[in-house]
């Protein structure tokens, strides 16, 4: 009678395991349906511009300065594409295990100001100010280039989810003895409880009419943990969002000896 009984709980617990298994698939399924079904609009809204452009232009007909402007479009279209692809690429690297990182020793605050420059006229579009508080002689051990990145990404998503007129705080300080905090805070729309779970998986968005493919967060926060990092995140519905990366801190290099005096 034991031995049925113990049976009886087995396949009940087997059932409700198989039940949740299957409610993963699904739901895996949907997430990646809701990827394949955003990245052909992402995809899709560049090319629609590129070949309109191009049929236009090639009809002739048009002046110098409207020439211009639809050659500019292209060029900008263009740029969008790689970039998509690279983040589908650079998501597929990571997957892998693939990604390899050209680790040097990276000044905080030169990083940080480099990202601004690059959201620099993203940012006036919005009239949103960029704001930059960092202590002066953080260094971190990392790749440069992935860690801008991250900075990139964050930045971005800040000023997609800002509103008009208002400020976005890029801070560096440092964390504990070992460790820095750079963080990107926005007012803007903010994540509810029930999402800030979930915007760190891959290809998951709060709303897919945003444009993006989800894979922004997912990207940056593996990234991250490959420089032995952790990617925090707090926010507040309606009152903005603050990312905060902690990443282990290095000396800065020493100096380059100076040169020696030359004897007249
Ligand atoms: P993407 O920006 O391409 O949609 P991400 O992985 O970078 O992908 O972000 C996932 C989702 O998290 C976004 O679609 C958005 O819903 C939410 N999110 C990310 N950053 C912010 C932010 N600063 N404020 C509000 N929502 C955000």
């Given at each position: 009678?034991?031995?049925?009984?113990?049976?009886?709980y087995?396949?009940?617990?087997?059932?409700?395991?198989?039940?949740?298994?299957?409610?993963?698939?699904?739901r895996?399924?949907?997430?990646?349906?809701?990827?394949?079904?955003?990245?052909?609009?992402?995809?899709?809204?560049?090319?629609?511009s590129?070949?309109?452009?191009?049929?236009?232009?090639?009809?002739?007909?048009?002046?110098?300065e409207?020439?211009?402007?639809?050659?500019?479009?292209?060029?900008?279209?263009?740029?969008?594409?790689?970039?998509?692809?690279?983040?589908?690429?650079?998501?597929?690297?990571?997957?892998?295990?693939?990604?390899?990182?050209?680790?040097?020793?990276?000044?905080?605050?030169?990083l940080?100001?480099?990202?601004?420059?690059?959201?620099?006229?993203?940012?006036?579009?919005?009239?949103?100010?960029?704001?930059?508080?960092?202590?002066?002689?953080?260094?971190?051990?990392?790749?440069?280039?992935?860690?801008?990145?991250?900075?990139?990404?964050?930045v971005?998503?800040?000023?997609?989810?800002?509103?008009?007129?208002?400020?976005?705080?890029?801070?560096?300080?440092?964390?504990?003895?070992?460790?820095?905090?750079?963080?990107?805070?926005?007012?803007?729309?903010?994540?509810?409880?029930?999402?800030?779970?979930r915007?760190?998986?891959?290809?998951?968005?709060?709303?897919?009419?945003?444009?993006?493919?989800?894979?922004?967060?997912?990207?940056?926060?593996?990234?991250?943990?490959?420089h032995?990092?952790?990617?925090?995140?707090?926010?507040?519905?309606?009152?903005?969002?603050?990312?905060?990366?902690?990443?282990?801190?290095?000396?800065?290099?020493?100096?380059a000896?100076?040169?020696?005096?030359?004897?007249?």
């Amino acid at each position: 009678m034991r031995i049925k009984g113990d049976y009886k709980y087995e396949i009940g617990d087997l059932a409700s395991t198989l039940n949740y298994m299957a409610q993963e698939i699904v739901r895996s399924n949907q997430i990646k349906d809701d990827f394949i079904s955003s990245i052909s609009h992402e995809l899709r809204t560049p090319l629609t511009s590129i070949k309109g452009w191009s049929e236009t232009l090639v009809s002739g007909g048009y002046d110098p300065e409207e020439t211009k402007l639809g050659m500019s479009i292209i060029s900008k279209e263009s740029d969008r594409l790689i970039g998509l692809v690279e983040e589908i690429l650079d998501f597929s690297k990571l997957q892998q295990n693939e990604m390899k990182l050209n680790i040097g020793v990276v000044n905080v605050k030169v990083l940080l100001q480099e990202t601004i420059l690059n959201v620099w006229a993203k940012a006036e579009k919005k009239r949103i100010r960029l704001l930059l508080e960092c202590d002066e002689q953080l260094h971190v051990k990392g790749d440069a280039n992935r860690l801008k990145q991250v900075f990139l990404n964050l930045v971005d998503n800040a000023i997609k989810f800002s509103h008009e007129d208002s400020s976005i705080v890029l801070s560096a300080l440092p964390h504990n003895s070992h460790e820095a905090a750079i963080a990107v805070r926005d007012s803007g729309i903010g994540i509810s409880e029930s999402h800030l779970e979930r915007v760190r998986d891959r290809f998951f968005q709060v709303d897919a009419l945003n444009g993006g493919t989800g894979l922004g967060l997912a990207i940056s926060q593996q990234l991250v943990e490959l420089h032995n990092g952790k990617l925090m995140l707090d926010s507040e519905l309606g009152s903005g969002t603050q990312v905060t990366v902690i990443l282990p801190v290095t000396d800065r290099l020493p100096d380059a000896e100076p040169a020696p005096e030359l004897q007249p």
